[in-house]
């Protein structure tokens, strides 16, 4: 399959399934119980203002009205959690996981500390994002649209490791020509940006809900300069501004407008495939194996109702952005692209990660 027909046939699948009906729900009760959503990551990136956001409104719309407390568990960049969580047998739905792009891509990629099988979790919700990136104040004065007169800069990144979400911005980062050297281990994109914050870092990206919360306090006090964001994608499969940030180019016209830049080829076609299974459909929300239907089906109707109340979409661009959410029938085919990238996509980026970080998975 082509880069541009997995794109398109990524895309028309989840324009699909966004208005499936909840289906009917046998009686189950959360009355007095206490559900805890696990995170893989630290308490100040975007999974965590994501969980945190959602969390109170599932709550409410589950049956018996139940406690929802997210818990974080970081480490190898969401590996250690999501292994941990392909061990857990919980059959009484008092038990959620939140996977993001840092947790798909390892296993995308053939990671070998990954342990974990998405094919085995059961999806009831999942939402897309965008990402920005955005640079220090004396740097971004030279920043015209274009990363020309950046290319000299010698740049810092605290990064959760190359083979994590943190690739998408690595790779576009080198194919406009610029020198960004990451900082590996730390353990969410909320310590990249307190690094950014101190100055030990230069240069920093967040994915939507997290620049929402720290990001743009940044910008708006002269301490950041916004440079990009990855983009959306449209029906066509076409990246488009995102919807949360229509003011900010996209890496695609930065892309455009920068000197030895390339907006087709082999680079570009493994960034949009990396890209399409990292940000339209970027976070999950699992019940483990073994889980009962009626108690799937419960959870699935808890989603729907909270996506389907008026205020939902006011409340939710201004906590974690203007993305569709998807649950049901919906929420698998969303696993489907998120969890698939097109061979020679992988190919090229386990050469790229060898070649500039001497990263090899085998």
Known sequence: MTISSFVRNAVCGLVATTALTAPAVAEVDFAGKTIEWVIPFSETGGSAKWANFFAPLLADALPGKPTVVVKFMPGAGSTKGANWFQKQKYDDGTLLFGSSGSTQF???????????????WNAVMASGTGGVAYLNADDGAKFDGTANALKDTNFIYGSQGATRLDLVPLLAWQMLGMKVEPVFGIKGRGDGRLMFERGEATIDYQTSSGYLKGGVDLVEQGKAVPMMTWGALD????????????????????????????????AWDAWKAFFVAGFPVQKLAFLPAGTPQDVIDTYTAAFEAVVADPDFAKISSKRVGKYPVFTGEGAQ???GTATNVPAEAKTYVLNW?????GVELK
């Open 106 to 120: 390892p296993y995308l990629l053939g990671d070998p500390r990954v342990r974990y099988e998405y094919k085995d």
């Open 235 to 266: 029906a066509d499969g076409n990246i488009v501004r995102d919807p949360t940030f229509p003011d900010i180019a996209t890496f695609k016209e930065v892309c455009e407008a920068t000197d030895g830049c390339e907006t087709s080829g082999e």
């Open 333 to 335: 085919t969303a696993l």
């Open 353 to 357: 990660l060898k070649e500039a970080y």
